[in-house]
């Protein structure tokens, strides 16, 4: 099955823009989802099992460098590379 997460990152501590950033691109190094970076979140999608891996993965490495936080996430089943307006 194919998925899409939404994610949004919350440091409550530390730098947060190189926080957030250094999320992102620990989403983008696992190399197992396709990630697209919005003003107001970032969303990832792939197969439902590599969706799961890297949120946990990359949650586990950002608490480690930046201690407490917030993830909120959104999960949609379904597959969209590119998240935006649809054309027909």
């Keep these: ?3 899409t997460a939404e994610l949004s990152l919350y440091p409550l501590a530390g730098d947060v823009n190189d926080n957030v950033l250094a999320f992102i691109e620990d989403l983008v190094t696992t ?4 990630v697209v970076t919005t003003a107001m ?7 439902y ?3 799961f891996e890297a949120v946990q993965l990359t949650l586990r490495q950002s608490y480690e460098r930046a201690g407490r936080q917030v993830l909120v996430a959104k999960f949609l089943p379904g597959f969209r590379q590119e998240i ?3 054309v027909d």
């Design 49 to 51: 099992d590599a969706v």
């Design 84 to 86: 935006g307006p649809e």
């Design 31 to 34: 190399g197992k989802v396709s």
């Design 41 to 47: 979140s970032t969303q990832i999608s792939g197969d």
């Design 1 to 3: 099955m194919q998925m």
